[in-house]
């Protein structure tokens, strides 16, 4: 059973419910697999993942070496992060068909809102591992791609200067490319090198399964930074209301919950709302956020229904 529940401040006067926060129970979609083909000569081609809808057509893209990982790490962190309902591209490396390279992954990083490279021993051996890190650090240098590294059993310093076991699998591969395509890996895995990211034998001891839960939390509170409204922050009083609210709501119950928020204009209703709204996002895999309803209402109907009002959070709390 929905409840109807208004808040009003003391020292406005109430004149009209201008503001309608609807928040429904989680839906989870089933996750399924996809191949999609390549048709470009300079990105790598087959990928797995489990699919999206609208805007970012994924939130994380995987990139790693299918012969270091694919049934390991790489396995379980993909595994986790669809179960936290994030939306996976996985590319594998030795899943190919052919030389060229598909215009669905050069997208597919570039729309992605995180990448993650699993940066193993033989992670430099293959064109394709590097050639989608390059592409994730020139996303990162013009549009502030989030580039999360994970140094599966390597060392940072090995990557950004190509030493070790790292480093020789990059020499013996970059022997048969051209030196501008050669430059261009090595600044990427310079970039990276330097990155924050995760030491898999520095983290829990060598505990994979805490590693993981580390990365998603991460990924997790990126993605809720993607979707958050800008609201100005420290607003006196403000968080007296924002927690009456929240006693109000009963996130812990499945009911749908109606709030209203009323009162003379200027005294921060749309800023409450836009709190709450911050608060609650990151527990629902669809949310959105409408703003003056009653200049955009289509017929006295605000268009809750339409897709492109939607901003999507495919995820679960942790």
């Known amino acids: 059973m929905g409840i109807d529940m208004a808040m009003r401040n003391p020292l406005a006067v109430a004149i009209a419910s201008i503001l309608v926060a609807v928040l429904a129970p989680r839906f989870l979609k089933k996750k399924e697999k996809e191949t999609i083909g390549s048709t470009k000569p300079d990105e790598p081609i087959s990928v797995e993942s489990a699919p999206s809808t609208s805007g970012n057509d994924y939130e994380v893209f995987l990139s790693f070496r299918g012969r270091d990982t694919r049934t390991g790490f790489t396995d379980y962190l993909y595994s986790s992060l669809v179960d936290a309902g994030v939306s996976v591209f996985r590319d594998d490396d030795e899943l190919r068909v052919g030389e060229k390279i598909g215009p669905d ?42 580039v999360l590294p994970i140094f599966y059993k390597v060392e940072p310093g090995h990557v950004r200067h190509q030493t070790g076991s790292f480093g020789e699998a990059f020499h013996k591969i970059k022997k048969h490319y051209k030196a501008e395509v050669v430059q261009r890996w090595e600044r990427a895995l310079q970039e990276v090198g330097s990155l924050k990211g995760w030491e898999s034998e520095r983290i829990a001891n060598g505990h994979e399964a805490e590693l993981v839960k580390i990365i998603i939390r991460k990924v997790l509170g990126e993605l809720k930074e993607a979707f958050a409204l800008d609201v100005t922050e420290n607003l006196v009083g403000i968080s007296n209301h924002v927690e009456e609210i929240m006693r109000m709501l009963k996130t812990d119950d499945t009911d749908t919950r109606f709030v209203g928020i009323h009162g003379m204009g200027g005294v921060g209703k749309t800023t409450l709302a836009k709190f709450i709204y911050n608060k609650l996002s990151s527990q629902f895999d669809h949310c959105s956020f409408l703003a003056d309803v009653r200049e955009t209402a289509k017929d006295g109907c605000p268009p809750f229904a339409e897709p492109t009002n939607l901003q999507y959070s495919k995820r679960k709390t942790q």
């Open 105 to 146: 992954l050069l997208r597919a990083i570039r729309s992605s809102k995180i990448s993650i490279p699993i940066l193993s021993p033989d992670y430099a051996s293959s064109k394709w591992c590097l050639r989608e890190l390059a592409r994730m650090i020139e996303c990162k240098r013009s549009e502030g791609h989030i």
